[in-house]
């Protein structure tokens, strides 16, 4: 395992795909994030990744009795429960919550959330397109479609991360 490298994945938009149908209060409501329908290639490649990278997964949550729990359950019944797992205040910034002592990088869907993470030293992003972001071409990064199948989206992110460690 590289232990010099530490992959941070996010939850909603990337392993758990967004309902776009859903209204902002529907998001409060208990159960609503145990509920979001999987996106298996990149859970799938998360779990090749996790044998060889030390992978954690990154995501916000409300500051209520139930969202976190909600996703802690979403992660157990999607065979990703033992991974590490860092709860974010919604709306602050990820940066704030991890090791900087690694080259960390963050599979995210959300370009704010990348334009953060980059701006420290050693913090790289790779923004998962997820068929409704990426819209107005914000991040000029490194991208992942998010169509691909779990091998390649495998493939695809080792490479990304050699690329990074080699620069």
């Known amino acids: 395992m590289n232990k010099n490298i530490k992959l941070y994945i996010d939850m909603d938009g990337c392993l758990a795909k967004w309902n776009t149908d859903a209204s902002i209060e529907e998001t409060f409501e208990p159960g609503y994030f145990a509920g979001l329908e999987p996106e298996e290639s990149l ?3 998360v779990k090749m990744l ?3 990278y ?3 997964i990154l995501s916000a949550v409300y500051q ?3 969202s976190a729990g909600d996703k802690i359950s979403w992660l157990k019944k999607n065979g990703l ?3 590490d797992t860092i709860f974010v205040p919604y709306g602050e910034s990820k940066q704030k919550y991890i090791n900087h ?5 963050l599979i995210d869907d959300y370009s704010k959330n990348l334009e953060e993470w980059v701006l420290t030293s050693n913090c790289y992003g790779i923004k998962f397109l997820n068929g409704i972001n990426s819209t107005k071409g914000q991040w000029t990064g490194f991208m992942i479609p998010g169509k691909m199948n779990s091998q390649a989206l495998y493939k695809t992110i080792r490479g990304i991360v050699s690329e990074i460690v080699a620069a």
């Open 64 to 66: 209520d009795n139930h």
């Open 43 to 45: 859970i799938d490649a």
């Open 101 to 105: 002592d690694y080259t960390s990088i």
């Open 54 to 56: 030390d992978v954690s």
């Open 50 to 52: 996790a044998q060889e």
């Open 81 to 83: 429960g033992f991974l």
